[in-house]
């Protein structure tokens, strides 16, 4: 089985969650406003792992395929930062030891500065933590 096949046969146990597939990614949509897309591409070099605009290659497809559960848990949260109506930066943050933590982020090199920031908070609660 390839990791996403593997992904598939996770989500048959979700039947409520929504995801579309090509011949090399899937994608889980997310229930509402409140949660944020995760997907999975497999590339020639091993596996791209996204959560709307963050992203992270790996080599190892078990390495991959945590990631991806993790960005469906609660244990996780994506905060988009915003200039004006631009998202501009993607932090992927953890919930360890009582508090949110940050692991990634991911921001565009050329973004609208002179507009203020606001932060929007986004989390999936697809699988238990």
């Given at each position: 089985?390839?990791?996403?096949?593997?992904?598939?046969?996770?989500?048959?146990?979700?039947?409520?969650?929504?995801?579309?597939?090509?011949?090399?990614?899937?994608?889980?949509?997310?229930?509402?406003?409140?949660?944020?897309?995760?997907?999975?591409?497999?590339?020639?070099?091993?596996?791209?792992?996204?959560?709307?605009?963050?992203?992270?290659e790996f080599t190892?497809?078990?390495?991959?395929?945590?990631?991806?559960?993790?960005?469906?848990?609660?244990?996780?949260?994506?905060?988009?930062?915003?200039?004006?109506?631009?998202?501009?930066?993607?932090?992927?943050?953890?919930?360890?030891?009582?508090?949110?933590?940050?692991?990634?982020?991911?921001?565009?090199?050329?973004?609208?500065?002179?507009?203020?920031?606001?932060?929007?908070?986004?989390?999936?609660?697809?699988?238990?933590?």
């Amino acid at each position: 089985m390839n990791a996403i096949q593997k992904i598939k046969a996770k989500l048959s146990a979700y039947p409520d969650v929504q995801y579309s597939e090509s011949a090399n990614g899937i994608e889980v949509h997310p229930r509402d406003r409140s949660g944020f897309t995760v997907g999975l591409r497999i590339t020639p070099s091993g596996f791209t792992v996204y959560f709307e605009g963050w992203h992270e290659e790996f080599t190892s497809e078990d390495e991959a395929l945590n990631c991806f559960a993790f960005g469906l848990s609660p244990k996780c949260r994506l905060a988009i930062v915003f200039r004006g109506d631009t998202e501009t930066k993607w932090v992927v943050e953890g919930f360890e030891n009582g508090a949110w933590t940050t692991d990634s982020e991911t921001g565009l090199l050329l973004q609208p500065f002179w507009r203020s920031a606001r932060v929007e908070y986004r989390q999936n609660r697809v699988l238990n933590g």
